[in-house]
């Protein structure tokens, strides 16, 4: 069976799962902390090489100061509680987007996490805050720009395959799976250049509720999915 080398997720839903129980939205964020760490576990027995997670977008500073500060809360808390067990089961951790607009500590402990477990290889887990697609698109952008003024790379030199160098998780396999949980369907700025052949997996399920049972039902039907990028049903099936 087919495995996807990397997948992606939009952990959407906390929100609701509290409301639902009328808990104030904070609890729905902490009961989701307990789905990631389902889900880190899962992907790492199922020999999933890379797993992007979706957990505070560029536009969430939007939301009322208090949810704000209890995300920045449940950060930190998880940055003291998680890594030493992610460490000790060699998960390689990454944050991506763009850390300058968290508070100078918050920033330093991401740094600190990443540097500590850079020599592990079980698991590449990705943590996508203050992220935001256009902006991935836009700093790898004004990355090669910068380079183009200072006369290291040619103008004609920029092309799809230069800039997608420049933008977060060039190093990682590409996106196999895309998956958003709490039943919207809309990639509300995650991800968007690396999923351009990202297969896409929309579940109903509440993000909290989201257990290894339906990771596998998403990787089931990733794996019933054919891949032609661009070709023809029967040319892939000549190919293999
Ligand atoms: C996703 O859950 C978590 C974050 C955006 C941080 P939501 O908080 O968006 O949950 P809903 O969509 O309101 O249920
Ligand atoms: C996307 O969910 C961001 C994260 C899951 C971190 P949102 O709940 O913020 O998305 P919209 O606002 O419904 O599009
Ligand atoms: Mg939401």
Excluded at 87 to 108: I, S
Excluded at 161 to 175: F, K, N, S
Excluded at 222 to 235: K, L, N, P, V
Aim: hydrophobic share 45%; charged share 25%.
């Amino acid at each position: 069976m087919s495995i996807p080398r990397h997948i992606a997720i939009v952990m959407d839903g906390n929100g609701r799962w509290a409301q639902r129980r009328h808990l104030p939205r904070k609890l729905g964020h902490r009961e989701g902390q307990k789905a990631v760490r389902a889900t880190v576990e899962h992907c790492r027995q199922r020999g999933v090489e890379s797993l992007t997670l979706f957990a505070f977008s560029s536009e969430n500073w939007s939301r009322p100061d208090e949810e704000v500060g209890a995300l920045m809360q449940l950060f930190v808390k998880a940055l003291d509680s998680e890594v030493d067990e992610l460490h000790r089961n060699g998960v390689r951790l990454n944050f991506v987007g763009d850390l300058e607009r968290f508070d100078a500590e918050l920033a330093t402990r991401m740094r600190a996490a990443m540097a500590r477990t850079a020599g592990n290889t079980a698991l590449r887990l990705n943590i996508a805050v203050n992220y935001g697609g256009r902006w991935d698109i836009s700093q790898a952008a004004r990355t090669l720009a910068a380079a183009a003024l200072r006369g290291e790379v040619a103008i004609e030199a920029i092309d799809e395959d230069l800039l997608g160098r420049h933008t977060c998780l060039a190093e990682q396999a590409p996106v196999d799976l895309f998956i958003r949980t709490g039943g919207e369907v809309r990639v509300s700025n995650f991800l968007l250049w690396q999923i351009a052949y990202a297969e896409l997996y929309f579940s109903p399920v509440l993000w909290p509720d989201f257990d290894a049972a339906a990771l596998d039902a998403a990787i089931d039907t990733f794996a019933r999915r054919e891949r032609r990028y661009g070709q023809t049903s029967a040319q892939v099936r000549a190919t293999g």
